[in-house]
């Protein structure tokens, strides 16, 4: 198989550039951007914060990392990690903080134990704690998030953060998981969020006590909920990330070529385009794979489809590959070919950039994980296509 001449597999990186193995003089590296601080999941596993414009190389996935892409958002979720703030909502129970020192995500002591006690299960008693002045809300897509676990397997609920009588109950572990609640409805300014024990739909249904521990209130205008950001008295944003590289017209052919890329969608809830392209510094002359709705992996040239693949877990990391040239066009995904263009289709020209958008600058920004980018200069036979996609 022919070596790549551009390869990008996360590993080494400093404020505002992602390094490429190849080609080893540093021309292909990417050039990256975020305009305030991120989390990611390091390689010991813990949470913790990046600076503006450092990318992020995630290892929640296992021990290889990847770079995690993400759109920009905010958490309105105020005291994210301080629940002493938080107010008590008790009807015929007791909501009690334990412990304000339990081992967090994060690796430190700042996670709050808390324990919510009900008289009985008559129907809306409750003790729990709420954040209910959240304010200046303009979306109805929406989600709620929490760090959870329990040393018990207690039994919790969370109130969905619009006040519609709407709960969702998890049944926890020992182990630190991350819990969220989407919710699309109407368009509220102002919602609740709630966490803790209540009484449903009547006796019988609801356990009487629960001791927990609780880190990392999110609530964000997504309907999925993304990477993690602490908030003390007042909102915290994260900028949108950005990747690109151009000058690359000598190591990108405009005669064939092929675009690989391991990746994975942040969720199959993301209607949103978006895509990693090959391109002349425009939106007119590219070649691209991207995700559309519900996690549909698709690829194309200009703007010709060549094929969709519909992965079963979108989230779960998928090799995907289109082999470029006049009249020869080919999709690749874990080891299948998915679809070709064998019609009157010419190779763009003048490709010299890599772009995690459509070409365009700022349109259909590439949000997902990417565990390996490789640009080939010559095309592959479908047996080296089929080799390098298997999974």
């Known amino acids: 198989m022919a070596t790549p001449s551009i390869t990008m597999i996360p590993s080494g990186y400093k404020s505002q550039k992602v390094y490429s193995v190849l ?29 503006t414009d450092v990318p992020r190389l995630d290892y929640s996935d296992g021990s290889c990392p990847s770079l995690l892409s993400e759109p920009a958002t905010t958490n309105f979720a105020l005291y994210s990690e301080d629940f002493s703030q938080w107010i008590k909502s008790e009807i015929n129970g007791t909501s009690t903080i334990i412990s ?18 009900l008289d009985d299960n008559t129907l809306n008693n ?9 304010s200046g809300l303009t979306s109805s897509n929406r989600t709620v998030s929490f760090y959870l676990r ?7 609920m969370v109130r969905s953060p619009y006040n519609d009588g709407t709960y969702t109950t998890f049944q926890l572990t020992n182990n630190w998981e991350r819990y969220s609640v ?8 102002t919602c609740l969020i709630e966490i803790g024990l209540r009484a449903i739909t009547g006796f019988g249904d609801t356990n009487l006590n629960a001791t927990f521990d609780v880190w990392g209130a999110q609530l964000e205008e997504k309907p999925y909920a993304t990477s993690y950001i602490p908030t003390t008295s007042g909102t915290q944003s994260r900028g949108v990330d950005s990747a690109i590289k151009d000058g690359l017209s000598s190591y990108i052919s405009s005669t064939a070529g092929v675009l690989y890329l391991e990746i994975a969608a942040l969720t199959d809830e993301d209607s949103a385009t978006r895509i990693i ?8 002359n590219r070649v691209f794979i991207g995700f559309l709705s519900n ?17 079963t877990d979108p989230t779960v990391f998928h090799k995907v590959a289109i082999k470029y040239e006049d009249n020869n066009t080919k999709f690749f995904a874990n080891g299948n070919q998915i679809g070709s263009t064998e019609t009157t ?39 080296e296509l089929q080799t390098l996609t298997t999974i």
């Open 23 to 51: 080609p080893t003089n540093g021309d292909g590296d990417l050039t990256f951007d975020r305009n305030n601080i991120g989390t990611r999941v390091n390689k010991n596993g813990l949470i913790e914060q990046v600076a």
């Open 100 to 117: 304000s020192s339990q081992l967090s995500p994060s690796g430190t002591n700042n996670a709050y134990r808390v324990n919510c006690v």
């Open 126 to 134: 409750q003790a729990t704690f709420r954040l209910s002045s959240v």
């Open 150 to 156: 329990s040393d018990t397997s207690s039994e919790v």
């Open 182 to 189: 989407p919710l699309n409805d109407v368009v509220v300014t």
């Open 277 to 284: 392209s090959l391109n002349d510094g425009d939106y007119i």
């Open 295 to 311: 996690g549909r992996t698709y690829a194309a040239i200009n703007n010709q489809p060549v094929a969709y693949f519909m992965p």
């Open 345 to 383: 289709q010419t190779v763009p020209s003048g490709l010299s950039q890599i772009n995690f958008n459509d070409g365009g600058a700022t349109s259909n920004r590439f949000h997902g994980k990417v565990k390996d980018l490789r640009v080939y200069n010559t095309a592959l036979t479908d047996l």
